[in-house]
């Protein structure tokens, strides 16, 4: 039986858990990662009412012996690992100059270095299979800058370049790499467990700006697409007999980059700025509409 490693699976409307879900059911034994065990037992109840093989791993990815010990417990337990799912990720709003100082690494380091441990934790184990997938949950946000998600931008656009580049070192070892880049899916991901004015200083000349950069994010995630297309994609990649680099699941992620790839970095911003209702803020002598500010 195939295996595979999902990061990121406590919340049933989110990528990580339907990705486990749909593994399962495409025939994985699957290792489904994240920090409170008890979180998932409705998860470990689906599997065991539906005979799927999935196993509960306690992780955090910000711990680099938690990130070892993930991906050992999979070969420890199953004698190989054939997908590796890097979903953990966190969101980050906020202009770069009120952004906390302790906010931005952690951002990086759960979104990028976290992933980045976990990938050089599986390439041994991959390499002496002569097979693996690795996959990385990145964003239309690695391809194109948000404003106001400056580091969450950065952690992604770190996560494609890896890709890439990656992808070449390990594909004569029989290992491919690839990342799922979703656009908005209505994972409830922007403020599950995070008061977002934690990450950003208030008093700023950018009030206004974060107070948009938030309410645009919550009324995209809002109006997003079916979280479960991203959990389909990633069976396709972790499965197809024609490996790729990049997927973009959806309606919205090809659009939109289609549309990047065919501005200019001029039209794009003046595009960008107007699609999220910030179109003022290019205009210093006007104030963002409805700030009162
Ligand atoms: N939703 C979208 O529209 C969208 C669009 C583009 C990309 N993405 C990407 O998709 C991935 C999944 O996001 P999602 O939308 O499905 O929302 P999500 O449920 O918030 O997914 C993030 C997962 O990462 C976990 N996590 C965060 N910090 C962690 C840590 N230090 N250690 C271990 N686990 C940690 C969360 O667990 P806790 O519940 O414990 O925090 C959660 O299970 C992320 O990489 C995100 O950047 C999402």
Known sequence: MPTALVTGCSRPTAFGQLTAKALAEAG????????NKERASNLKAWAEENGHA???????ICDPVSNRNAVHEVLDTAGSLDVLVNNVGMSSFGALETL????????????????????????PIMRAQGAGRIIFVS?????????????????KFALEGL??????????????????????FNTGMSMHNTDAS???????????????????????EVAGEDPALVAQTIVEAATTDS???????????????????????????????????????????????????
């Open 243 to 293: 490996p790729k680099l990049r997927w973009e699941p959806g309606a919205a992620a090809p659009e939109i980059l289609a549309g990047r790839r065919a501005m200019s970095d001029e039209d794009w911003r003046v595009y960008v700025m107007g699609e999220l209702g910030m179109s003022d803020w290019l205009e210093p002598e006007r104030q963002l509409e409805g700030s009162g500010s």
């Open 54 to 60: 999935l196993t509960l791993v306690e992780h955090d």
């Open 198 to 220: 934690a990450f950003f200083r208030r008093g700023t000349a950018y009030d206004a700006f974060n107070d948009r950069v938030v309410a645009s994010t919550s009324e995209g």
């Open 28 to 35: 994985f034994h699957v290792f489904a990662t994240l920090r």
């Open 100 to 123: 906390h100082g302790d906010h931005i690494r952690k951002t990086m380091e759960t979104n990028f270095f976290g992933a980045v441990d976990l990938a050089r934790h599986a390439l």
């Open 163 to 184: 890709s890439e580049a990656l992808a070449m070192e390990v594909e004569r070892f029989g290992i491919a790499v690839s990342t799922i880049r979703p656009a908005f």
């Open 139 to 155: 964003s239309v946000a690695g391809i194109t800058g948000v404003p106001g998600e400056s580091i969450y931008c950065a952690s």
